[in-house]
Every structure is written in structure tokens, then in C-alpha cells.
């Protein structure tokens, strides 16, 4: 099982970005998926999650301007960034709890990250 991450790039103040995870390998279910992001000399933080009844949580700095969703039928979760700040410039990672198609217990998984710069 792999997290791919894609839609990363640079962007200027106020503007949007839409990010994209693709969960592949031998998946039997995906329960909750996350998005997490690590700006330079701090701390991963958690940005916001979505469970498999489709409930969603935000952190507060990114409450009303981001949105993330997801596709079961296409293992993918997305993460909607608009009105982005300067202080959204980071490496956003997927992360997700998978149900591997012969494992017994769910597993977490990372993806590798993609870069978001908003800069004017």
C-alpha cells in the first residue's frame, strides 16, 4: 500500500490550491484519511481529517478556508485550499488507516509529502 500526493506548487497570497491522494496496493477499506502539514523548523501538525462516514475536523487556523473530501471508489482523499496565507507555506502529507486486503489489524499509512509555497 502506497499514498501518492499530487497538486502541490506556488501560489500567491489569497489564492487556491487543490491537493489529491491517491491510496494504492491491496486495499480491502480505508477508514480515516488526514492531512498534515510541516512548515520549516516546526512541528507536524494535524490540518484537518475526514472519517469513513465522511465527518470532518479542522484545525483552527485553517477553519473556512480549507475543505478536504473524499472518493472511496477512487481510494482518494482531497484537501481544498483557498485564501491561502503565508503561513500555509509547508510540506502537506497524506496520511490514512488502511485495512490492507490480507492484513489483520488496520495500518497507518504516510505519503511522502508535496510542497505548498504561497508567496507573492
Known amino acids: 500500500v502506497q499514498l501518492v500526493e499530487s497538486g502541490g506548487g506556488l501560489v500567491q497570497p489569497g489564492g487556491s490550491l487543490r491537493l489529491s491522494c491517491a491510496a494504492s496496493g491491496s486495499i480491502y477499506s480505508i477508514n480515516a484519511m488526514y492531512w498534515y502539514r510541516q512548515a520549516e523548523g516546526k512541528q507536524r501538525e494535524l490540518v ?3 472519517n469513513s462516514g465522511d465527518n470532518t475536523t479542522y484545525a483552527d487556523s485553517v477553519k473556512g478556508r480549507f475543505t478536504i473530501s473524499r472518493d472511496n471508489a477512487k481510494n482518494t482523499v482531497y484537501l481544498q485550499m483557498n485564501s491561502l496565507k503565508l503561513e500555509d ?21 504516510w505519503g511522502k509529502g508535496t510542497l505548498v509555497t504561497v508567496s507573492s
Open 48 to 50: 484537518a481529517v475526514i
Open 89 to 109: 507555506t509547508a510540506v502537506y502529507y497524506c496520511n490514512a488507516d488502511i485495512w490492507g486486503a490480507t492484513a489483520d489489524q488496520v495500518i497507518n499509512y
